[in-house]
């Protein structure tokens, strides 16, 4: 059994290194020329549902290395006015367990981690342009943009919302606007950026919501080396160690900086929104920012023009279920869906931990192949969709937080809720509590080891 990868994201090289690891064929194909090539995003939350499927499909060193260069643990969530004033803050409990926590990622750093022992797996510069399926010995084949072919006995689509595998397999699956545009930029971590936001802010997660619907996120990332790249005094230990060996660090460029991400429903912003670059996005964020805390605005102020982008919110319609074939899809190529509840890229982490477990039983000949991808798809489809679904209430134009006069009331409304709730420590850890659960709750699949394919 030869399988093909097309994308190389997170949820692609996962499943690519579990697949590996059981001596399963696999061969992913990127678009991008290089491994460095490519805007990632800045931070994701690997919650531990994700961090259980990374536990699983990584060797055991990396996944070490996984958890050694993440950015230091977050110890607050926020809510914040626009002027700096805090609505509620939640403590986030520390976490020794490697896996069941949540950990603060750069997605660039995560995409080296994942290259890392993939050499002779991943093909850049590959554009996918379609594939064909052969009845006759029920194999399927790509085809690339270069004039290359691949075969093999399974096709994953892995390249992401707007996958091409997709468009061709499943013509009825459709994507929609949430109407919610955001911009995204990050500065670097120096003496002046650290002054500029409140203690809590600093060492936390933190949420600014403000009239006409606004919100902006801001995360505060500190890694373990260094801006020239060397492992900072004091760690030691085996994770001092790691660093130092891991061959990654060489193409990641990651040094702690400040992100944040600034959103408002389209018809805040000019019609050219997603065509502004760089100083043009820095500038509009000001703009429609004026009566904002000069520190926040001093932060727009700071950021790297060549860090800024648009990004127009898209979700997936949820789909009816479909005839399984030796074509199948996980992560966004089949479930995108809005970073409100923050588990894209773990729903994606999940599916490869779920798709590579249904290959092995293949491998072992407990399942024929289009048994198994059914048993994937049918789960998939649970639990994808109704991630996407609820991400989707969180992040969506149609809110009355959007809503020129009601928006207002709504706004006022949840300040004063979450003002007598900031107050109330009972209530607090619940709702904390609560917030946690809903970030690594589903264990339907539980992680599981990888074996070694059976002898003869």
């Avoid at 995409?111 to 022992?117: A, D, E, I, S």
């Avoid at 943009?145 to 691949?150: L, N």
């Avoid at 659960?437 to 080891?449: I, K, L, Q, S």
């Amino acid at each position: 059994m030869k399988v093909l990868v097309i994308g190389g994201g997170t949820g692609g090289l996962a499943l690519a290194h579990g697949l590996k690891r059981a001596g399963i064929e696999v061969a992913v194909f990127e678009r991008d020329a290089l491994r460095t090539d490519g805007l990632h995003g800045y931070r994701v939350g690997i919650d531990p549902d994700g961090s259980r499927a990374l536990h699983a499909l990584l060797p055991r060193d990396l996944y070490d290395t996984f958890v050694a260069t993440r950015a230091r643990d977050p110890k607050y969530f926020n809510m914040l006015t626009e002027d700096f004033k805090e609505v509620l803050s939640l403590d986030i409990p520390p976490s020794t367990d490697p896996v069941e926590s949540e950990k603060s990622i750069s997605r660039m750093t995560l995409r080296q981690v994942l290259l890392t022992g993939l050499d002779d797996v991943v093909q850049f510069g590959k554009e996918f342009v379609r594939y064909e399926q052969h009845a006759g010995d029920g194999r399927v084949t790509a085809y690339f943009a270069d004039g290359t072919t691949a075969t093999g006995e399974l096709l994953v689509a892995a390249d992401g919302s707007g996958s091409r595998v997709r468009r061709q397999y499943l013509p009825q699956a459709k994507t929609e606007e949430t109407g919610v545009i955001a911009i995204a930029g990050k500065l670097a971590l120096t003496e002046e950026s650290a002054k500029l936001v409140p203690p809590k802010v600093f060492e936390g997660i933190s949420i600014v919501n403000a009239p006409h619907g606004l919100a902006c996120i801001l995360h505060v990332m500190e890694f373990q080396w260094d801006r020239d790249g060397n492992v900072k005094q004091g760690i030691g230990g085996n994770t001092e160690e790691l660093i130092r060996q891991w061959p990654g660090l060489q193409f990641d460029n990651t040094r702690d900086y400040i992100n944040w991400g600034l959103s408002a429903s389209a018809d805040k912003l000019p019609a050219n929104v997603m065509d502004l670059r760089g100083r043009e996005l820095i500038d509009l964020a000001l703009e429609i920012t004026p009566d904002w805390h000069p520190n926040l605005r001093r932060l727009f102020e700071l950021t790297d023009p060549g860090t800024c982008f648009p990004v127009n919110i898209w979700t997936s319609v949820p789909l009816e279920p479909w005839q399984t074939t030796n074509v199948t899809l996980l992560g966004d190529a089949i479930h995108t869906m809005t970073p409100g509840r923050g588990v894209g890229a773990n729903t994606a982490l999940r599916d490869a931990m779920l798709l590579c477990r249904k290959l092995i039983e293949v491998r072992d000949g407990r399942a024929q192949l289009r048994e198994a991808v059914g048993e994937y798809e049918a789960k998939m489809i649970g639990y994808g969709f109704d991630a996407v679904i609820k991400s989707k209430a969180q992040m969506s134009a149609s809110d009355p937080m959007h809503k020129p006069v009601v928006g207002r009331v709504v706004l006022a409304g949840m300040r004063t809720a979450m003002r007598t709730v900031n107050h109330l420590p009972p209530v607090k850890r619940r709702m904390r509590d609560s917030m946690l659960a809903y970030r690594g709750a589903d264990r339907d699949e539980a992680a599981f080891e990888i074996t070694p394919p059976l002898a003869n």
